[in-house]
Each structure stands twice: as structure tokens, then as C-alpha cells.
């Protein structure tokens, strides 16, 4: 009998929201963003150590024997929603979750792997999986020396490599990372070569595609609660300026056919809510149809989440086109996103095949 999935938040999630909110509007509001922009790194200082050490957010899926928080991805999923909602640059998708489920899923064998998760658990070093951000989860990393479009290689400390005899763990001092111009400005992006036979072998062959494999999973499965919060954002942001803004002596959004627009949008998160929600869930208790709730989740937020950002841009009228205003952050954040971890046609074509598979005879 397959266990209920629980979409509900825990008062434990609410109180970690609550203090991720907190810190994120004192410290990464929407000016301090377009203000870092304008310079060569959109990072805040200080801020990871904040939440990823003060918080502990850094090692909410690694256990407390292995020196994390022993949470799940299901509280994970929480702080992301809220990273989402603020357009915050920080590695958490690749180095928190991405990064540290890859390591998790070779911490049974000890070594190497072992060491390295407790250093990201403490927020003291950084890694990131280097593999496209474009990169599916159930596509196979093409190893070569040189990566392109390696999101937040730029502040890792760390690099996962995956090359044709396993996986490596390479201190960025012995890799090239050059940054590259990316559509979402608050993550960047680089192109990143290392010398063959450099850096410690964490796993051979199959092993180290499958936890590969097992790290893409849980960040596109994760990635839908960011596209989620960022559609949140969108859609409270867009209602406060309608009822706000004025024409013809009365507010824009008494309007009927702004009414009806917003009222789908809100209709259209409900939806994300619950997919998102069911994908952490998923996650979170092993669930054998991970990878197709997973599936489900991207296709649909990331829809979702554009959308959003489109009708914030819109229905802000004027000023939703300005370099001054917000919007445009959330709608490139929206843009690139839809296309991280696979993009929207490659989940429906996993959805497709999934169900086949599942269907009787």
C-alpha cells in the first residue's frame, strides 16, 4: 500500500521560514540585488555564512552523523521557496542540495565523500557538480576536460567532476573556471576545465554515474519549490501594485480582465503548491515514483513560474520594463530556470515514458 504524500507544512518548516524569510529581506532585499548586479558579483557578502552556518541550512540533508542537521528535503524545499522568492544569489541549489545529495549517495563507502560532506554540511567550503545546468537528470554527463555553463563554479570551493573512470573531487585552485555572461544575472555561470588524473577519485564507474544521477534528481526535484516561491512573489507583488496603481479614478486591478488574470495565475499556483510539495515529499521518503513526481513538478513550475513572471512584468505596466524594477530579475530567473536540470519537454517526455511503463498490459 503506497503511503498518503503529506503537501502540508510543518510548524518546524514554518519556523525555518520564518527565520530564512527573515534574514534574506534584512540582508538580499530586491535593491541590494539590482545594486549587485552593476558589479562583477552578484553574491552578498556574508550571506552564505548566515544561512548557510548561523541557520544551518547548508547541511539540512545530511545527517547528524555525518555532522548536518538530519532534516529532509522536504525542509530543504522551504528555504529554496524563499531563496526563490527573494531572486537570491546563493549556491544552495548546486552546493546543498545538488552537490550534497551526489556526495550522499557515496557516503556509505566513507572516505573521501565522507569528509567532504561534513565541510558543506558546516557552510565552511562550497561544492559544485560540475556538469551544465541544463543537465538532466537522466542524462549522462559527457566527460571531457572542459565544462560549459557550470552554474556557481564561480565561489565553490570544491568541483565534483565527473569523468569516463568515476567521479572527482578537484580543489578550485587546480581547475580553470572562467565566467561566462548568463541570461540570469543573480547565477552565475562558468565554463570549467580541469587537467585529467587532477583531484581525489571519490567513486568508479557505475557507482559514480548513479550518484550523478542521484544528485540532479533531488535538484530538479527542489528547484520546482524556488520556481514555486518566484511565482508567489510574482503573483502578491503584481495584486499590491493593482490595487495600488490608479486609472480612471479607481484601482487598475478592480478591473474585470485583470481580475480574471490574476485569478488564473492563483489557480495556477494552487497546481505548483501541491506538485512542488509532492516532489519534496517524494524526496524525502525514498519514494519509488520519485523520478516520475519529480517529472511532474519541473513540467509544471516551470510553466508556472514563467507565466508568473510574464503577467508581474505586464500587469506593472511601464515600469515592469524598467532596469529599476524587480520583474526583470524574476522573469530571467523564470527564463533560465526552465531550462535548468532539463528543460520543460524533456520532463514531459520522461512523464510520457514513465506512464507507459506503469500502464497495465
Not at 534584512?26 to 548561523?54: C, F, M, N
Not at 528535503?73 to 531563496?83: I, N, Q
Not at 564507474?205 to 534528481?217: I, K, M, P, S, Y
Not at 523520478?291 to 505596466?317: F, I, K, M
Request: with cysteine; proline share 6%; hydrophobic share 45%.
Amino acid at each position: 500500500m503506497t503511503a498518503q504524500t503529506d503537501l502540508l507544512y510543518s510548524e518546524t518548516e514554518d519556523d525555518l521560514r520564518a527565520a530564512v524569510r527573515a534574514l534574506l529581506a534584512d540582508r538580499a532585499g530586491h535593491q541590494t540585488l539590482l545594486d549587485r548586479i552593476e558589479t562583477d558579483s552578484p553574491y552578498v557578502p556574508g550571506l552564505w555564512k548566515s544561512l548557510a552556518g548561523d541557520i544551518g541550512a547548508a547541511g539540512l540533508l545530511v545527517p547528524e552523523a555525518l555532522g548536518g542537521q538530519g532534516a529532509t528535503h522536504r525542509e530543504a524545499a522551504v528555504v529554496l521557496e524563499e531563496l526563490g522568492r527573494a531572486v537570491t544569489p546563493l549556491p544552495y541549489l548546486t552546493g546543498a542540495v545538488v552537490a550534497t545529495e551526489t556526495l550522499l549517495a557515496l557516503a556509505g563507502e566513507g572516505g573521501p565523500a565522507v569528509e567532504l560532506l561534513a565541510e558543506l554540511a558546516s557552510g565552511e567550503r562550497v561544492a559544485v557538480l560540475a556538469v551544465p545546468l541544463s543537465a538532466a537528470p537522466d542524462a549522462e554527463p559527457r566527460p571531457g576536460p572542459t565544462v560549459a555553463g557550470v552554474a556557481d563554479a564561480v565561489v565553490a570551493d570544491v568541483l565534483l567532476v565527473p569523468r569516463a573512470d568515476g567521479l572527482y573531487a578537484v580543489p578550485a585552485g587546480e581547475a580553470t573556471v572562467e565566467p561566462q555572461t548568463p541570461l540570469d544575472l543573480t547565477r552565475p555561470l562558468a565554463r570549467v576545465t580541469t587537467e585529467p588524473g587532477s583531484g581525489t577519485r571519490l567513486a568508479d564507474g557505475d557507482a559514480a554515474r548513479a550518484a550523478v544521477r542521484r544528485g540532479l534528481l533531488a535538484g530538479a526535484g527542489l528547484l520546482a519549490s524556488e520556481q514555486l516561491g518566484l511565482a508567489e512573489w510574482c503573483l502578491e507583488e503584481t495584486v499590491r501594485y493593482t490595487r495600488e496603481r490608479h486609472q480612471f479614478n479607481r484601482p487598475v486591478g478592480s478591473f474585470q480582465a485583470l481580475k480574471h488574470r490574476m485569478a488564473q495565475l492563483w489557480l495556477d499556483l494552487v497546481g505548483a503548491r501541491a506538485v512542488a510539495r509532492a516532489a519534496a515529499d517524494a524526496l524525502a521518503t525514498g519514494s519509488p515514483d520519485a523520478p516520475l513526481t519529480v517529472a511532474v513538478a519541473q513540467a509544471y513550475c516551470s510553466r508556472t513560474a514563467v507565466r508568473a513572471a510574464e503577467e508581474c512584468v505586464q500587469l506593472h505596466g511601464g515600469i515592469g520594463m524598467t532596469w529599476e524594477h524587480p520583474a526583470h530579475l524574476a522573469l530571467k530567473r523564470a527564463k533560465s530556470d526552465q531550462i535548468a536540470l532539463g528543460s520543460t519537454g524533456r520532463h514531459q517526455d520522461v512523464i510520457a515514458d514513465l506512464m507507459d511503463l506503469q500502464a497495465p498490459a
